[in-house]
């Protein structure tokens, strides 16, 4: 998308426990944000990234320094009810487009039992669908994901079927 869009405004969006910012030699699912940070440092770009959902509990000192240092915009899991629209819509109206990335580890385990990095508390399914459909609804949403689906961890397809929901929301809202 950066590529495609020099001259505007990319934004990620990213829901998701997990910072996503690590350190490493190599390419982990720990890894991505930080490797676009670098990607935009070396293109001489602004790098424009909000998680959204992500837990204090399950990321390191190292990685909050590093999303104060990249200018990362934050709402915790236990603030996202009360927070998370209202940053959206910030965002929404700095933006020229934006990329929405769903890691489906930002719910709870009890929601979605089909990842590898189980939330303890997370966001519930329907706190984290207002948000994902404002941003369907934005008119700049250029491309959407959902991450981290692990079907070994699944429980009686109940994670599948979670996933597949909120895939058939964002294919309803972003029409």
């Known amino acids: 998308m950066l590529d495609a869009f020099p001259g505007e405004r990319v934004v990620i969006i990213n829901l998701d426990a997990h910072l996503d910012l690590r350190n490493a030699s190599q390419a ?3 890894t991505p944000f930080r490797q676009l940070a670098l990607y935009c440092a070396e293109q001489q770009r602004e790098f424009h990234y909000a998680c959204l959902g992500v837990s204090r509990a399950a990321n390191t000192r190292a990685l909050w320094d590093e999303a104060a240092r990249l200018n990362v915009t934050l709402v915790e899991d236990l603030d996202f009810p009360q927070q998370a629209l209202r940053v959206v819509e910030n965002i929404l109206n ?3 487009r934006v990329y929405l990335t769903i890691d489906l580890d930002v719910m709870p ?7 590898s990095a189980p939330a303890a508390l997370g966001v519930p ?3 984290l ?3 994902i459909e ?3 609804r934005s008119g700049k949403l250029q491309a959407a994901d959902l991450v981290e689906f692990s079907p ?3 429980r009686d397809g109940q994670g599948a079927k979670l996933a597949a929901r909120l895939a058939w929301q964002i294919a309803h809202w972003w029409a």
Not at 109 to 115: N, R, Y
Request: charged share 30%.
């Open 125 to 127: 399914a329907r706190d």
């Open 109 to 115: 385990t009890g929601e979605m039992p089909a990842v």
């Open 152 to 154: 070994g961890f699944d």
């Open 28 to 30: 982990t699912s720990g």
């Open 134 to 136: 404002r941003v369907c």
């Open 129 to 131: 669908l207002p948000v």
């Open 94 to 96: 700095e933006a020229d």
